[in-house]
DNA sequence: CCTAATCCCTGCTTGC
DNA sequence: TGCAAGCAGGGATTAG
């Protein structure tokens, strides 16, 4: 559940206590931890033994401390309910801890990464070769970020009117803009006033570059006060909570009412979670027009040279 | 190529 | 009270 808001915080606080240290040792105590490091546990930890961090790097959920002198970068991803926490040494583990962390100086903290229903994990892995932020080779998939200065506005647009989905799985898919889940993509949608079952090929310009802005002020002021948190799971790495369930306008609002015009909220089952959202003022799109061949634009004339089928 | 469904995992809540 | 089902859900993987 942490969002981007809530990984920005995590990774300021990785920043601050953690880049600059060198790793003196590491102990994995669940296997699922770093299933995505291949080579398993011992050999992450064998790797990262006596490698010093940089600075923490964010891309959407994604988070990655570069490894000075090395072509290789710590990933992490917080999954559903992962934690990243710098605790004093003698701190009693947490019931889900399941990777710690230690360094080579006098410092008193480690980290520890602690997770109770193992969907994040940690893993190392090279980066992509000429990026100076230690980007991993094994998120070169994953979109920039609407907070990302070169987030490309005009390429996410026409992606939008290509694709056949609809708004709300386009804004979950990562592949298309990171950083986006739930909570978020709800609120957004109810600023912008927007059903979740749009279809993207109807949005205009600027509806997309209005749903886009919208995005990036309700990112912006959950980051404010510190994220959101509906439990103790969504944490800094002090282990505080953020502020801004308070603030939200649309998750978990079912029957509220609406706070622009007091119709009760309402929840929908979608893609084996909810959607929350205003019915008043998100209505839903038009049922789509019963499929038959769609009549392009064609020339009046005939092209006079033939198209070939395959250029393979 | 594109889009949709499935699975992984644990603890809290709800219903019978 | 106890048990089972439902719910939270990101993203890799698989299926179509």
Not at 281 to 294: D, I, K, S, V, Y
Request: proline content about 7%; aromatic content about 6%.
């Amino acid at each position: 559940m942490p969002e981007l808001p809530e990984v920005e915080v995590v990774r300021r606080g990785l920043e601050r206590w953690i880049s600059g240290r060198t790793v003196a040792e590491v102990q994995v105590l669940h296997p699922r931890a770093v299933r995505r490091h291949l080579g398993g546990g011992e050999d992450f930890a064998a790797r990262l033994k006596g490698r010093r961090a940089g600075v923490a790097r964010r891309r959407g959920k994604y988070l990655w401390l570069p490894l000075e002198d090395a072509d290789e970068s710590v990933l992490a991803h917080l999954g559903m309910s992962g934690q990243l926490l710098v605790q004093p040494h003698g701190a009693a583990d947490e019931k889900h801890l399941r990777i710690r962390v230690r360094f080579n100086d006098s410092i008193g903290t480690e980290l520890r990464f602690v997770d109770q229903r193992t969907f994040g994990g940690l893993s190392l892995h090279e980066t992509v070769e000429g990026a100076a932020d230690g980007l991993p080779a094994a998120i070169a998939h994953i979109a920039r970020d609407p907070l990302d200065p070169a987030f490309d506005e005009a390429a996410f647009h026409t992606a939008l009117r290509r694709r056949r989905t609809t708004v709300k799985r386009a804004l979950l898919d990562q592949s298309l803009i990171s950083g986006v889940g739930n909570i978020y993509a709800d609120e957004a949608l109810w600023r912008a006033r927007l059903h979740y079952d749009r279809p993207t090929a109807t949005l205009t310009r600027p509806r997309s570059v209005e749903l886009l802005d919208h995005v990036r002020d309700v990112m912006n002021a959950a980051l404010a006060v510190g994220g959101t948190s509906f439990d103790s799971l969504y944490v800094n790495v002090n282990g505080e909570s953020g502020y801004f369930e308070r603030s939200l306008d649309a998750y978990g609002r079912e029957n509220e009412p609406c706070r622009r015009c007091a119709t009760p909220m309402r929840r929908r089952p979608w893609m084996n979670r909810s959607s929350y959202f205003c019915p008043r003022c998100q209505r839903p799109p038009r049922p789509a027009a019963p499929a038959r061949p769609a009549a392009p634009a064609r020339p009046a004339v005939a092209p006079r040279t033939a198209v070939p089928l395959s250029s393979s």
